[in-house]
């Protein structure tokens, strides 16, 4: 890990980034490839996740060779090739297709606050992942998952709730992911010695 700053995001080599927005104390892992996204304060991403057209959360972990947002071939189509939509590239004469271009950036997948995105599993476009919900390795996510819901397998579906429904409202109401640096240090500690409900019930 490197030293994080609010300033500027800590990017490793070898990553590529394209039009994409960062908040404070962000870290991409090597080999890193995001493009047209938004990436939150706090949240980080292992090596080589690739990341299109999402728009994540605060505090979200991304681990290593995860797939965010994979950009789709055209299945209605005569053919799937690059051809027809980056037809530049293989005729003088030909343009890139713009209006399939515009369609995969109007795809967002929108990842929560306090995620966990485990090794090698991939989110879909248009996916909506809650806060605080892990996603088991490996995973492949095509629906939504809720709040603080544990998934896993190809496709993706429910494994358990991380905790009873009282127990996440009071979380999201709380969001503390909007608190300050300052406040999130003064808590650290309760952080790490509390559970989910000693927590809320000191801090709510």
Same mark, same amino acid.
């Given at each position: 890990?490197?030293?994080?700053?609010?300033?500027?995001?800590?990017?490793?080599?070898?990553?590529?980034?394209?039009?994409?927005?960062?908040?404070?104390?962000?870290?991409?892992?090597?080999?890193?490839?995001?493009?047209?996204?938004?990436?939150? /304060?706090?949240?980080?991403?292992?090596?080589?996740?690739?990341?299109?057209?999402?728009? !994540? =959360?605060?505090? %979200?972990? &991304? #681990? +290593?060779?995860?797939?965010?947002?994979?950009?789709?071939?055209?299945?209605?189509?005569a053919?799937?090739?690059?051809?027809?939509?980056?037809?530049?590239d293989?005729?003088?004469?030909?343009?890139?297709?713009?209006?399939?271009?515009?369609?995969?950036?109007?795809?967002?997948?929108?990842?929560?606050? /306090?995620?966990?995105?485990?090794?090698?599993?991939?989110?879909?476009?248009?996916?909506? !992942? =809650?806060?605080? %919900?892990? &996603? #088991? +390795?490996?995973?492949?996510?095509?629906?939504?998952?809720?709040?603080?819901?544990?998934?896993?397998?190809?496709?993706?579906?429910?494994?358990?709730?991380?905790?009873?429904?009282?127990?996440?409202?009071?979380?999201?109401?709380?969001?503390?992911?909007?608190w300050?640096?300052?406040?999130?240090?003064?808590?650290?500690?309760?952080?790490?010695?509390?559970?989910?409900?000693?927590?809320?019930?000191?801090?709510?």
């Amino acid at each position: 890990m490197a030293k994080l700053t609010e300033d500027e995001p800590v990017v490793h080599e070898e990553c590529s980034v394209t039009e994409t927005q960062f908040g404070r104390f962000v870290e991409l892992g090597h080999g890193t490839r995001i493009a047209y996204s938004r990436l939150g /304060d706090y949240s980080y991403t292992d090596r080589y996740a690739d990341i299109a057209n999402a728009d !994540i =959360g605060k505090f %979200a972990n &991304i #681990a +290593s060779f995860v797939r965010i947002g994979a950009t789709d071939h055209p299945m209605s189509k005569a053919s799937l090739h690059h051809f027809l939509y980056r037809s530049s590239d293989y005729w003088d004469d030909a343009e890139h297709d713009a209006e399939w271009f515009a369609l995969r950036r109007s795809r967002i997948t929108r990842i929560g606050h /306090d995620t966990w995105i485990g090794h090698a599993a991939q989110v879909k476009p248009d996916v909506i !992942i =809650g806060h605080g %919900a892990v &996603i #088991a +390795s490996g995973a492949v996510v095509t629906k939504n998952v809720a709040d603080y819901s544990i998934v896993a397998g190809v496709p993706a579906r429910p494994v358990r709730d991380r905790f009873p429904e009282e127990i996440k409202c009071a979380l999201i109401n709380l969001a503390w992911w909007d608190w300050d640096h300052a406040r999130l240090r003064e808590a650290l500690q309760d952080f790490r010695d509390l559970s989910a409900e000693a927590f809320i019930k000191k801090h709510a």
